[in-house]
């Protein structure tokens, strides 16, 4: 069974930056997009950012400007640069990738933690 390998969480200082990887660990085929949700306990996951199979990108409106999302979906690989971090970014980060065939995968988590 597929599964989505995250890296790069921790514990940063506001105004710092951290970077987040994630990547299949089989062969995804017809990747439709890649993306990055976060959650925190007891609320709904909500959609960070999100790049589809043509490199268009989405982003929520609490990280434009700061948060870049990246990926090759041949390599089956997504990152989120995450750059000027608020206290409010503190969240488990999720990797997610969709397939053309309707197949959802998640990673397990990576808890960014963001520091006064």
């Known amino acids: 069974q597929v599964q989505l390998v995250e890296s790069g969480g921790g514990l940063v200082q506001a105004g710092g930056s951290l970077r987040l990887s994630c990547a299949a660990s089989e062969r995804i085929f017809g990747i439709n997009s890649m993306g990055w949700y976060r959650q925190a306990p007891g609320k709904q996951r909500d959609l960070v950012a999100l790049?589809?199979?043509?490199?268009?990108?989405v982003y929520a409106d609490s990280v434009k400007g700061r948060f870049t999302i990246s990926g090759d979906k041949a390599k089956n690989t997504v990152y989120l640069e995450m750059n000027s971090l608020k206290l409010e970014d503190t969240d488990v980060y999720y990797c997610?990738?969709?397939?053309?065939?309707?197949?959802?995968?998640w990673g397990q988590g990576t808890q960014v933690t963001v520091s006064s």
């Open positions: 790049i589809t199979s043509i490199g268009s990108t």
């Open positions: 997610y990738m969709l397939s053309v065939f309707g197949d959802n995968y």
